[in-house]
């Protein structure tokens, strides 16, 4: 196209009259005629800014430069041998980096496609690195796209690089001092300068983030690990503290507004506390993760550095104390909601459960929950009466922990009844808080005349009720905690094979959180390799029995599936079958 015809088409273009160009360059034009007051029929040199203002832009763009060097010199090498000139462009327009063929480099400075040159919209008019800022969008300016005729022989395309608060730092563009007639040839290129845009953001993040958790996600489990579509940074209470654009646009659409500073489950069906599920290790198939909307995504979550080795999350927070006690199964959730409410009055609890299903744990973190180092004393049956003043003595300011008072004698149990309503003659601020853990059906007992009714009334005041293992429905959730636990020391990382894992989900689990802890610590100290497969398993110490749960229980915590729950139920598969068709579970 000739120079004359050129300015006409602009002139057209700003006269309103139909066009062919594409939609965000005739916008451009108007913007440089309208409020750039830039005329088509004076071409203009580039911009070249002085050596003290390069260096300048360069100094404030030093850590992205930094960062960005090595995705851009995979870039280059990408389009090396096909004339392409590789330039970063900082917030201004101004180019802070450079990669060129040198032997094109004088032709490559005269056209402005060198280090220094300044390609702000205001100044140069229509092309990839200004409009791209303009627009925050990636862009191809193909030749008479340009708007100023000093630069219609060059082909410009580029994409911005956002920072992990969103705001547009950089535009990555890769150039074309000769290129092929029809636009369309620069697709590949708009591709390509986008994917590695979105590395450098990726790589940007994880270095401001090392002490935080980052949690990767794609739509294709192939690319997750190695190349994933968006990250975000999260604190220990699981917000949003970094992101990248990717993440950022994902995350806009779930009709929530704005993405930093808000919860990741605000977006995810995921909390912080699941994080550790989805690092590497597990299969990619495994770490689902489903966005409010309902649309699946691939996580991976990346440990804290400073962290690696150690369990998650808890970094204080209201919550923390708790997080080590379930994952996603409802009746633990409600439980730990329930927990968090009552742990900062001093309402005595107990705490129910089967022999090993947590019961001091969970109590534990109701203690640790609350502010100070406070402190925390256990009384037993095996502990002489005549020490139990100077125990609730000690356990002034804290938690008087008392474990098992079903094995008390009854002339004990007065004795403790005692203790405990002497404690209401303290100050509140020094009366220890009483919580208790049992095993047997004290209401029974009571019935039956072998526990104390106005003791029970007493250390009953709220009750916690926990679910025996075979009941719950995060068993995998604690079996990885626990793999993690076990093998963090071992310098291979160890798993679970697929049969392994099954024989676990299947097992009956009579001493609860103890013995599957137990049964994981035996396995991973006697593994040789880097799997644990059905062979390595200690045998399970008591054969399953007939249990009074009821089978929508036992199939909600195998998810549905009836060889699982019969297993578990130490029955066969037809049994499950009649009896859920029995109890309406199944239509007949
Ligand atoms: N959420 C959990 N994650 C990992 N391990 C756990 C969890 N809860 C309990 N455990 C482990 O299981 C074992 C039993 O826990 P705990 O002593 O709290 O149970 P308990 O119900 O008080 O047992 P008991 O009734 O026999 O005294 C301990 O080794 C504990 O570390």
């Given at each position: 196209m000739r120079d004359r015809d050129h300015v006409r088409e602009i002139d057209h273009v700003l006269n309103g009259r139909p066009s062919e160009r594409d939609g965000v360059v005739a916008q451009s034009w108007r913007r440089c005629v309208?409020?750039?007051?830039?005329?088509?029929t004076r071409p203009s040199p580039p911009h070249i800014v002085t050596e003290s203002r390069l260096r300048e832009h360069r100094e404030q763009s030093e850590r992205l430069i930094a960062i960005a060097r090595s995705g851009l010199e995979a870039l280059f090498r990408q389009i090396a041998g096909q004339k392409y000139v590789l330039l970063l462009a900082d917030a201004k327009g101004v180019t802070v980096d450079y990669f060129g063929d040198p032997k094109f480099e004088d032709e490559l400075r005269r056209a402005g496609?060198?280090?220094?040159?300044d390609w702000s919209e205001q100044l140069a008019g229509t092309c990839g690195v200004g409009s791209c800022l303009v627009t925050q969008q990636a862009i191809t300016i193909h030749q008479t796209d340009h708007f100023d005729l000093t630069h219609t022989p060059l082909s410009c395309t580029a994409a911005p690089i956002f920072d992990t608060s969103g705001n547009l730092t950089a535009v990555l563009d890769i150039s074309l001092l000769r290129s092929p007639?029809?636009?369309?040839?620069?697709s590949l290129a708009l591709n390509l300068v986008t994917a590695s845009a979105r590395r450098v953001e990726m790589a940007n993040l994880m270095a401001m983030n090392r002490g935080d958790w980052v949690l990767r996600f794609s739509t294709s489990p192939e690319f997750?690990?190695?190349?994933?579509?968006a990250a975000v940074a999260l604190d220990?209470?699981?917000?949003?503290i970094g992101m990248t654009h990717g993440a950022e646009t994902v995350l806009a659409?779930?009709?929530?507004?704005?993405?930093?500073?808000?919860?990741i489950d605000r977006f995810f069906?995921?909390?912080?506390?699941?994080l550790p599920d989805l690092m590497?290790?597990?299969p990619t198939e495994d770490r689902l993760i489903t966005l409010r909307d309902g649309q699946g995504m691939f996580g991976h979550a990346i440990a804290p550095q400073s962290e690696?080795?150690?369990?998650?999350?808890?970094?204080?927070?209201?919550t923390s104390a708790f997080?080590?006690?379930?994952?996603?199964?409802p009746a633990i959730q409600r439980l730990v909601a329930e927990a968090a409410r009552l742990a900062p009055t001093s309402i005595p609890v107990l705490v129910t459960g089967?022999?090993?299903?947590?019961k001091e744990r969970l109590i534990r973190a109701i203690h640790a929950?609350?502010?100070?180092?406070r402190p925390f004393v256990a009384l037993t049956?095996?502990?002489?009466?005549?020490?139990w003043p100077a125990l609730a003595e000690a356990a002034q300011t804290g938690t008087l922990f008392l474990d098992?008072?079903?094995?008390?004698?009854p002339a004990s149990q007065s004795h403790l009844l005692r203790l405990v309503a002497g404690?209401?003659?303290?100050?509140t601020r020094r009366r220890p808080r009483l919580m208790t853990a049992t095993a047997a059906d004290l209401p029974a007992l009571v019935r039956e005349g072998a526990f104390r009714p106005d003791l029970f009334f007493r250390l009953a005041a709220a009750r916690l009720s926990l679910p025996p293992l075979r009941l719950r429905q995060d068993f995998d959730w604690l079996l990885d905690r626990m793999m993690r636990q076990f093998s963090h020391l071992r310098p291979d990382s160890l798993r679970l094979s697929p049969a392994a894992r099954a024989e676990l989900q299947s097992r009956?689990?009579?001493?609860?959180l103890r013995e599957l802890a137990n049964t994981l610590e035996v396995a991973v100290a006697l593994a040789e390799g880097a799997v644990i497969d059905l062979p390595d398993l200690p045998p399970a110490p008591l054969a399953p029995v007939e249990r009074p749960d009821t089978l929508a229980d036992v199939l909600a915590a195998c998810g549905g599936n009836m060889a699982l729950a019969a297993r578990r139920m130490g029955v066969n598969r037809s049994t499950i079958l009649r009896r859920a068709r029995r109890d309406g579970l199944l239509p007949n």
């Open positions: 309208n409020d750039y007051g830039l005329d088509p496609l060198y280090l220094g040159s007639q029809p636009k369309i040839s620069q997750l690990d190695v190349d994933p579509e220990g209470s699981g917000r949003i659409q779930q009709g929530t507004g704005a993405v930093l500073g808000e919860r069906d995921l909390s912080v506390d699941n590497r290790g597990r690696r080795l150690s369990l998650p999350v808890a970094r204080g927070g209201p997080q080590s006690i379930g994952g996603s199964d089967e022999t090993g299903t947590g929950s609350q502010p100070g180092n049956a095996a502990t002489p009466p005549e020490d098992a008072p079903e094995d008390l004698p404690l209401d003659t303290l100050p009956d689990w009579p001493g609860n």
